[in-house]
């Protein structure tokens, strides 16, 4: 990352999309998986803006955290993304909050499920019709239009969830 700031120079817009996943009832998870779930989709995302905010606060900038409706809602044997997800949602709100004032902006996108590689990974379980899915298409645009916003403005959160419903 230093290196291609070095390079490029400090990006304006930052946008946190990592993520991963885990089936299973909360208390039989191996402690390896939580802590897995937790560095990718929650200290991943402290690690790279305590790295790249303090070189934006010279000209300001966005930070765009992709957030899950499991943030606000409980779904069975997905506990720790659950529990990621919510701490990533008010690590946002606290990031906005501190930074406000050195001209940086901090928001969410909140998805419903998104058809994404996520399905296929080992340890989740989705033998199931994914075509009423949000795109990754859909997503992209979405995230284009929150960076888009002048400087004066911001969206805070913006929901985005398939017209089928939640999964």
């Not at 929650?42 to 790279?48: A, G």
């Not at 990621?84 to 419903?112: D, H, V, Y």
Request: with cysteine.
């Amino acid at each position: 990352v230093i290196e291609s700031i070095k390079k490029y120079g400090c990006p304006s817009v930052l946008i946190n999309n990592a993520g991963c996943a885990f089936n299973g009832n909360l208390l039989e998870m191996p402690l390896k998986q939580w802590q897995e779930i937790i560095q990718i989709n929650l200290t991943s995302v402290f690690q790279i803006c305590s790295l790249i905010i303090p070189l934006m606060r010279k000209n300001g900038g966005l930070i765009i955290n992709v957030s899950s409706h499991a943030s606000y809602n409980a779904f069975p044997k997905w506990g720790a993304y659950c529990v990621s997800k919510s701490a990533l949602a008010m690590f946002t709100k606290c990031l906005r909050e501190e930074e406000r004032f050195n001209s940086i902006r901090a928001c969410t996108i909140t998805l419903g499920s998104v058809n994404t590689p996520l399905w296929d990974s080992k340890s989740i379980k989705s033998d199931f019709d994914r075509s009423s899915m949000l795109s990754s298409t859909m997503v992209s645009k979405s995230i284009l239009f929150m960076a888009e916003q002048p400087d004066s403005t911001i969206i805070e959160d913006l929901t985005l969830m398939p017209s089928g419903g939640a999964f």
